[in-house]
């Protein structure tokens, strides 16, 4: 099945479906139905995101089910990111003072690498906060 076309071949405009159909019974509803931003993806970046959302975003399990590199697994995600209208660059962070606690820089380095998703960095870095 084709997915929704959601721009306008002739002028470029949003598109509105009027017009939805059961597959089973036949019954069709008639009105105005918008799309949504994820009728913007192709197939292939929907059912990345799927994978994504599946996987709660855990890149390094990402690798493992797609059998790809770390860096390919990121350059999709920027990709779907790119067709869904969002910004792709990563935001820019305040230098951090040179007295870091290097417990904190090993977690950030486990996040970046995907080895721990975000909840259990935020976890781990709380973690770090209390008194010892």
Do not use: W
């Not at 598109?15 to 089973?24: F, H, T």
């Not at 690798?63 to 790119?82: C, F, K, Q, T, W």
């Not at 606690?101 to 970046?112: A, F, G, N």
Request: with cysteine; glycine share 6%; proline share 6%.
């Amino acid at each position: 099945m084709r997915k929704l076309i959601e721009r306008c071949p002739a002028c470029g405009g949003d598109m509105l479906v009027r017009c939805m159909g059961c597959s089973r019974c036949e019954t069709e509803v008639h009105g105005r139905f918008s799309t949504t931003v994820f009728d913007r993806l192709t197939p292939d970046n929907l059912a990345f995101i799927e994978v994504f959302v599946r996987l709660r975003g855990n890149i390094k399990e990402m690798e493992r089910e797609l059998g790809i590199p770390y860096n390919a697994v990121r350059n999709r995600l920027d990709e779907a990111i790119r067709e869904l209208g969002f910004d792709t660059e990563a935001p820019t962070l305040p230098a951090a003072p040179s007295q870091e606690d290097p417990r904190r820089k090993t977690v950030l380095e486990r996040l970046e690498r995907g080895e721990i998703d975000s909840q259990t960095a935020i976890a781990e870095l709380e973690n770090l906060k209390k008194p010892r």
